[in-house]
């Protein structure tokens, strides 16, 4: 099940085909709440993969490239004539930003090192800096979702996918129903004995992510920050010890120390812990 987007000659008409996000959520919900009803062996991608995502912490889960952390990551595209980009609608719709065409330069490195490329790579973290997708709890998700959907709709990747309400509406009744109803899910292995030790799969306590560096010594091509690499803000000690004791309040009990860098180039990391 995907959502619609428009690609190729439907891009200068993505205005006609794009569905009012709100009520494409209520639609989605309501066929979750029947589908989560049934017990009839049928799977509904992708929210099967994000209920393994939800249930175990599985970042491995079987997720669409829309859902994927950064596509960029993760493959490229060639076109019949040579040409390079991230995917096939990519190819189809906006020529003007492939990498490159592979029978004028027989160097592919080259190519997945083009601005183009790289400018690609950071969208994730233009997101995490320029976007409220920082503040969402469902970024870990979707990533901001598909850019090249993102591309029909708003004119640049550099924004949330424009079904995001749709995501949101999606992932809250999947954490819902999932909270409600632990058993249902394969890996829940019941209460433990008692004195016994046992490993218990189920809901993990929250965790928070704190984004202690933004510099890095690599600048590997993978990395989607590297192109667009910024310095650790002047105030970033104040924004974490804030945020800290912000998610201490809340009755998080579990931090993860990253950031777009490398979080043990910061100083005061120690003091962080």
């Known amino acids: ?23 494409l959520g209520d639609f989605l919900v309501g ?17 099967e ?36 980009g991230q995917c096939d609608a990519w190819l189809g719709s906006y020529p003007e930003r492939n990498f490159g065409n592979l029978l004028e330069c027989d160097d592919l490195g080259k190519l997945l090192t083009s601005p183009a490329r790289m400018k690609l790579a950071a969208r994730t973290a233009n997101l995490i800096r320029n976007s409220e997708c920082l503040d969402c709890q469902y970024f870990s998700l979707c990533s901001g979702g598909c850019p090249v959907r993102t591309m029909s709709a708003k004119g640049s990747p550099d924004h949330p996918d424009p079904y995001c309400e749709t995501y949101k509406k999606v992932f809250g009744f999947i954490e819902d129903y999932v909270r409600t109803n632990p058993k249902k899910w ?14 218990v799969w189920g ?3 929250p965790g928070a992510v704190v984004f202690s560096s933004f510099e890095c010594t690599n600048n590997c091509i993978f990395c989607a920050p590297a192109y667009d690499r910024s310095k650790n803000p002047a105030d970033l000690d ?17 931090l993860f120390f990253t950031g777009a860098g490398e979080p043990t180039l910061n100083p005061s990391l120690v003091d962080y812990v």
């Not at 099940?1 to 009520?23: C, H, I, S």
């Not at 599985?58 to 859902?67: S, T, W």
Request: negative net charge.
């Open 1 to 23: 099940l995907n959502t619609p987007f428009a690609a190729g000659p439907a891009a200068n008409r993505a205005d006609e085909l794009f569905l009012d996000p709100v009520k």
């Open 31 to 47: 066929l979750l709440d029947l589908y989560f009803s049934q017990d009839d062996g049928v799977r509904l991608d992708p929210y």
């Open 49 to 84: 993969g994000i209920v393994q995502r939800i249930t175990l912490g599985d970042a491995a889960a079987k997720v669409p490239c829309f859902f994927c952390a950064n596509c960029v990551s993760g493959f490229f595209c060639v076109g019949p004539a040579g040409e390079v």
């Open 186 to 199: 394969q890996g829940w292995a019941g209460p433990p004995e008692e004195k016994s030790r046992s490993l």
């Open 203 to 205: 809901w993990p306590e």
């Open 238 to 254: 104040k924004e974490i010890f804030d945020f800290i004791t912000e998610s201490c309040r809340s009755g998080i009990k579990t």
